[in-house]
Each structure stands twice: as structure tokens, then as C-alpha cells.
């Protein structure tokens, strides 16, 4: 806390400052044992709790971070959310055919932990035709010379961005939680990796960095957002985001520009001339596990 | 006044169009031609127009016609008099960059859904001044034999095992 010397207080912060101290004496012998950059990121707010300062400062503390880990000068966007917008995913089972194009271009495009632990955000499920609803009989292991196989069809699950977020309900700390846009968010940093979301979520959406991630530097994506595709640490909980640094700025997410059959569409649910709104209209849709009330904003549907 | 107004409905009309999925295309990525064949006339113009369903031995050797073959020739969807352009049902020569509208002839329902988006695939910016591409129908599917072939799956997910087996190495 003393590098901090040569910038102003205000008197929030001081009182701030003199409780954490306090709260710190107590625990003296745990934060002294730390690096500065554990102590720094033990003291760094929550986004949301964030000023426009606050964020300035921790986004250059992280491009330089990752300029030394990574040997590239990164874009750090904290772009919010555009207003007018929720976002939905469309999705046609009567098309995939389950290469996992998508999955490896979402891999590559959010930074993902490669191999060890091996973090993926989508999972193609495949089923027996005409046993759609039995999901526990899927498999997500296949690997074929060919796809699609006869007789199987392929049903790609990724976080579902609910709009009754289970996952968001039980988080403990609210490092989790819902943007003005339907996206749900993780604060990396929040995150205590108490795995309670992903004991939440029904449609095995998150998934947790068990160890330090493995990027290869020269396949690193360096244009990120804060709550999306930078990199992440051991023992944080990650999930899709819809490709939240490319959608806030208009862009298609990169598993939808990567799917060769065109299974994958997007769009804004309040803009009546969008691509998912066509769909909704004039498509048979359905939501996974409808029952339980989360309100996917994920739709498959498929040729009426 | 009266010029701010114009403005106004000028930017109004052009973000109402830009947003729309009807909207005028931006950008088609050209059709997928084999190399060196185009412009077609460049052999056709001096050669002897022959209508008569045949296997083609010299040129064209490695086009197989499986799409509705047996009611189907080349001279079907290729103009007979201009070889650079393809031709509706209606007479009309429309350039190869247009084929959808040809395609739209006998595949109604999936035109529709292409205009809108739907069927098929758009890349780049879905709004906004940001480049935007849609790929036509013959990226996908080969015109003469357009059924989508099978594709290599990219490789499965580890197995919780083999994560451990991947440490312990």
C-alpha cells in the first residue's frame, strides 16, 4: 500500500484503507507473506464497485502484467454494455454436424487454457436420433473419421446466458452476476473458486481453472474485455460470454463466424429486425430444460 | 433548419437500412470458381453450341451432376448464347456473383431465410459501420452437387483421466 503514496485520497477510500489496515493487522502474518502483486490484486475492488479511475488503473497494472507473461501489448476493453440490446443465441439441430469447428475457435479466440487443465466453453453433445430429451445418454467423447454419423445428431451446449441465472443465485461473494445486455459476467479477481455455480448451473456451462493456464504465446488473443476473454488465473470459474469484446462492438462471437454449415446465429432480442427475432417468429424454438424456470436466451430450433 | 432535418432523417434511414436483414448486401466474398476458368467464352465463344445431354470427355471432367440430374443439364443454368452469365427461368442473364437469385428459382423457403440471415452464414459486424460478409450459396454447397459432404471432426475433449495422465508425464 505504500507504492499508492503519490496519489490523492479521498475520504471514502482513507476509511477504506484504515478498516482493511486494521483488518490486515490482523491477519498481518498472511498478507506479508504475499507479493506485492497478491497484495495488490487481494486489495483491488469489485468491477462493478469500480470508478472510472479504478479501472484505468487496474487495466494498465494488467497490460503490463501480461505484456511480461505474454510478450504482447494487449487491448484491454471494459466497454459497457450498449443500451437497447439483449443478446440471444440461435442454434439449428437440423444443421450441426458436430465437427467442433466451434469449439476450437472459441478456444482460440478467449484465451482458454490449452492443455493441463484443458478448458473448454462448449460441448457437443452427441445423441441417438429421437432421443433428444434424454440427455443423460449423450456422449461428448465421440471422435469419428466422418461427421455427421448416421443415425446421431449433435446438440452443442454452452452457457445459456439465463435470464434467471441460477449461477448468479448462489454465488457467495457476487463475483458473478447479469449485465444490462443479458450477458452474465465473472470478476475474475472476485472469484474465491468455491465452485458453487458450478454445482448451480444445469447445462454444465462453467468451468474451473484446477491449475495455472497453458497458452501457447504466439496463439494468444490480445484484444480482450476485463469481464470476458482475458486471460484468467488458477482457481477462477470461467464461462462463455456470448464473446462479449466482440458483440458489445457489433461483431458476430467467433463460434458463429466459425461454423461451417451455418448452424449458428445471432442477435438482438429487442430489435425486431434482428436474425433472432426471425427465428422466434417463424421457427419451431425450444430452450433446454425449459422446465426449470432459468429462462435460457439460448435457442435451438429447427426447419419447420 | 431544413437542412439539419434532412440530416437527421438521412442518418435515421441509413441506420434503419444498415440494421435491417433485408438491408442492401455489403459485401459478398466472390463465388468459388475453379481457377482459370473464367470467363468461360474465352473457349466457348469459337465452339459449336451441342444441347445434347452427354458424359463430357474432355473439358468439365471432374463435374458430377447430382442435383435433380435426370431432369437437369448445363444449359439449364448456363446461358447457351453468353457463357460468362447465368440464366433465370424467365430469360433473364444475371452475373455469376448472383446465382442466389437462380438458386431462389426452385428453393424458395431457403432464399428467404438466406435474405434474412438464417439459413447460411454472415461474418464480420452485425450493425454498425464494420464490414459485413455473406456468403453466397455456392460457398457451400457446389452447385452441381450440392448435398455438404462430410467433414473431419476436430479432435474430442480429454477425458477426466487423461488430464491426470497428462500431469503426471
Redesign the interface.
Known sequence: MQNRTNRRYTRREFLRNLSLTAAAGASLPLLSSCSKEETEDFLQKHFQEMTPEDKKRVIAKLEERYLQKYGRKFQISTQEAVPDTLWAYGLELSRCIGCRRCVYACVKENNHSRRDPQLQWIRVLRLRRGNLINLENSEHYYNPDLVPEKGFIYLPVQCQQCQEPPCVKVCPVHATWQEPDGIVVVDYNWCIGCRYCIAACPYKGRVFNWAEPNIPKEEINPSVHYLGNRPRMKCAVEKCTFCIQRVRQGRYPACVEACPTGTRKFGNLLDPNSEMRYIIDRKRVFRLKEDLGTEPKFYYFFEA | MKVFHAAVTSLFLLFFFA????AVVEEYTPPPMTEGMYPCSNCHASMELNRKKRVLKEEHTDIKLHHAETMRWCLDCHDAGNRDKLRLYNGELIKFTESYRLCGECHGPQYRDWR?????????????S?KRTY?LCAH?HDPHEPS?K??????????PKE?HD??SN
Not at chain 2, 440494421?19 to 433485408?22: D, Q, Y
Open positions: 440494421s435491417s436483414p433485408l434474412a440471415g438464417i439459413h447460411g452464414k454472415r461474418t464480420g459486424y452485425f450493425t454498425g464494420g456468403f457451400c455438404f462430410p467433414l473431419k471432426p476436430e479432435p474430442s475433449p480429454h477425458r488430464n497428462a500431469k
